[in-house]
C-alpha cells in the first residue's frame, strides 16, 4: 500500500530539524533556518535555498534572508553549505579566479515591500526588481541576495518545538530592528512632498533618505559579506514616490496617542505612532502605524498593526479585513500563497477602483499563522517542495502539510490571536462595517467578539490565471473537504452578487 502523506511527512521533519539549529558562524553572526525558495513567474519557476543570518552590530541587531541557488535534491543543511563556504570547498564551484558577488536588496522599509509605491506608469516596478536579482542568481551572476528580515515575522513569541525563539525577545523593542524610525521618516518626507508649493527639492530628500536606508542595512550585511570574502553589490529601488492623484493631506499626524483599551480578557495599550497619506500606484491610501502593548505589565512587548484604508476618513466602512502578514509571499514573491495578490484585490481592486471605502488590519507578527518565518519555512515549504521533487506527479498542498506536520511537532495549527486587532478596531472606534473581507472565520469571531456589525463575508477570490500551482493546490485542498473555516453564523457570500461588480 501506498504510504499516507502523514507517513511520508514524518522523515521530511527529521530533514529539517538541523536547519533548526541557532549556529554561530562569528562573534558577530548566527544562522538559522532553512528552506527551498519557489518563485514562479509565467515563464519560468526558480527553486532557490533561504536561510537566515542574524547579524550584531554594538547593542542593536538585524536579521538578513539570505536566498542562494539551491542543490538538486534540496537537502541542504545551511550550516554544512556555510561551513563549507568559509573553508571554500563550496562543492560545485571552481576556485580559481572566483569571487563571491552578494547583492544586497535594497532602499525600501518593510511598509514598502507591502504596497508598491510611485505610480501606474512604474506598476511592478519592485516586483521586476526582484525577479531581475533572482533572473541573475539563477544564471550565476551573483551568488547570495541579502535582504533585511523584520524581526517580529521570524518566530515567537511562544516557544516552539526546538525550544528557540527566532523572534529575539529584546529587539522587539528595538525600533532600528522593525524598521519603525524608517516609516515615521518616510511619512514625513511624503507629508512634505504633498503639501510643500515647491515639491521637487523633497525629491532630493527622499533620494538621500533611501540611501541612508541602504546605509542602514549596510551596516549589517558588511560582516557577512566580509566572513565570505565577497564582494557587495546594490539593488537599488530608485522608484521616486510620486503620485498626482487627489489627497487628503490633512490627514498626516505624527503625534504620539495613547489609549488604553479594555477587552473581556485583557487590556491593551493602543499607541499610535504615526498617521500618512502614501501614495502607490493605484493612488494614495492612508496608513496608520501602532504599536499595541501586551497586557503583562503592559508595557512589556508590543505588536506592530498597521491600518491601511483607501479613503481618510473611517464614517463609511464597505469592506473591513484583517490581514495576517506573510514576508515570505508579500515581501519575497514566495509562490506557496496568495497573499499579495488578496491584499491588492481588497486594497486596489475592491477599495479604490470601486471608490469603496476599505480597512486593512494588517497584523505584522502573524507569519506562518504566528509560528513565524524559520519554522514555516522549515516545517511547510520545505517538505512540500522535497515532496514535489520526489514525486512530480502529486499534487500537494502547504494548507495540508502544515496541518500535519505541525500536529506531528505538536505545535498548534495556528498560533495567531486577534487581542490587537481588537483592540485597534475599538480604538478607530469602528462599529459597523458593510463587509468583512475573508475566508477565515476565526478573523470574522475576533470583530463578532467586540461588537463590529456586517452585512456579509465576502472572500475575494483570486483570479485563476494569476495563482501560482502551489496555490492552486492548496485552494484545491480547502474546497475540496480540507479544513475550510468560515463564519458559521452569518451568511457567507463566495463569488455571488458582490463579486460581480468588482471585476
Ligand atoms: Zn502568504
Not at 519560468?44 to 542574524?54: A, G, I, M, P, S
Not at 507591502?114 to 531581475?132: I, K, S, V
Not at 512587548?301 to 484583517?322: C, N, S
Not at 451568511?491 to 468588482?502: L, V
Amino acid at each position: 500500500m501506498a504510504p499516507t502523506l502523514a507517513e511520508q511527512i514524518t522523515p521530511q521533519l527529521t530533514a529539517s530539524r538541523p536547519n533548526l539549529e541557532i549556529n554561530r558562524l562569528s562573534p558577530q553572526i548566527e544562522l538559522y533556518g532553512g528552506h527551498p525558495h519557489r518563485v514562479e513567474t509565467r515563464a519560468v519557476t526558480y527553486l532557490f535555498w533561504n536561510t537566515f543570518v542574524r547579524v550584531t552590530s554594538g547593542d542593536t541587531s538585524m536579521v538578513l534572508r539570505v536566498i542562494m541557488r539551491s542543490d538538486d535534491d534540496l537537502d541542504m543543511v545551511s550550516y554544512d553549505v556555510f561551513q563549507s563556504l568559509l573553508s571554500y570547498q563550496y562543492p560545485d564551484v571552481d576556485r580559481g579566479n572566483w569571487e563571491r558577488k552578494i547583492m544586497l536588496l535594497d532602499s525600501r522599509t518593510n511598509l514598502e515591500r507591502e504596497l508598491e509605491p510611485g505610480n501606474r506608469r512604474l506598476r511592478h516596478q519592485q516586483t521586476t526588481a526582484l525577479l531581475d536579482a533572482y533572473q541573475q542568481l539563477f544564471a550565476s551572476e551573483i551568488d547570495f541576495i541579502l535582504t533585511p528580515v523584520r524581526e517580529g515575522s521570524l518566530g515567537g513569541p511562544g516557544p516552539d518545538f526546538t525550544g528557540r525563539q527566532f523572534t529575539r525577545r529584546q529587539d522587539r523593542f528595538d525600533p532600528h530592528a522593525w524598521d519603525i524610525e524608517q516609516e515615521v521618516a518616510i511619512a514625513r518626507m511624503i507629508n512634505t512632498l504633498i503639501t510643500d508649493a515647491n515639491p521637487r527639492k523633497y525629491r532630493k530628500t527622499i533620494q538621500e533618505f533611501r540611501e541612508a536606508v541602504v546605509e542602514h542595512y549596510q551596516v549589517f550585511a558588511q560582516p557577512f559579506v566580509d566572513l565570505l570574502n565577497a564582494q557587495l553589490r546594490r539593488l537599488e529601488f530608485s522608484e521616486v514616490v510620486t503620485n498626482n492623484s487627489p489627497v487628503d493631506a490633512s490627514f498626516f499626524d505624527d503625534r504620539r496617542r495613547e489609549q488604553v483599551i479594555e477587552l473581556d480578557l485583557m487590556s491593551r495599550k493602543v499607541e499610535q505612532v504615526v498617521k500618512y497619506p502614501y501614495p502607490t500606484f493605484s493612488g494614495f491610501v492612508y496608513i496608520t502605524l501602532f504599536n499595541v502593548w501586551g497586557s503583562k505589565g503592559i508595557d512589556q512587548e508590543f505588536e506592530v498593526v498597521r491600518v491601511i484604508q483607501t479613503k481618510p476618513l473611517l464614517d463609511q466602512i464597505d469592506g473591513l479585513r484583517v490581514d495576517s502578514n506573510c514576508t515570505d509571499g508579500v515581501h519575497n514573491l514566495d509562490s506557496h500563497c496568495d497573499c499579495r495578490q488578496q491584499l491588492e484585490m481588497a486594497l486596489y481592486d475592491y477599495g479604490l477602483k470601486n471608490d469603496r471605502n476599505v480597512v486593512i488590519v494588517q497584523m505584522a507578527d502573524h507569519e506562518g499563522r504566528g509560528h513565524g518565518t524559520v519554522l514555516k519555512g522549515a516545517l511547510q515549504h520545505a517538505p512540500v517542495r522535497r515532496l514535489q521533487l520526489q514525486q512530480p506527479d502529486m499534487a500537494v498542498s502547504h494548507a495540508q502539510v502544515a496541518e500535519l506536520v505541525f500536529a506531528q511537532a505538536d505545535l498548534p495549527s495556528d498560533m495567531r490571536s486577534y487581542g490587537a486587532a481588537q483592540a485597534v478596531i475599538r480604538f478607530l472606534n469602528i462599529e459597523h462595517v458593510t463587509a468583512v473581507l475573508t475566508s477565515n472565520g476565526d478573523k470574522v469571531k475576533a470583530l463578532e467578539a467586540i461588537g463590529v456589525g456586517y452585512r456579509q463575508v465576502i472572500q475575494l477570490e483570486t483570479p485563476n490565471a494569476q495563482l501560482t500551482q502551489e496555490a492552486r493546490n492548496t485552494l484545491n485542498y480547502k474546497q475540496n473537504g480540507g479544513r475550510v473555516t468560515n463564519a458559521d453564523r452569518k451568511p457567507i457570500n463566495y463569488s455571488g452578487s458582490d463579486q460581480a461588480d468588482t471585476q
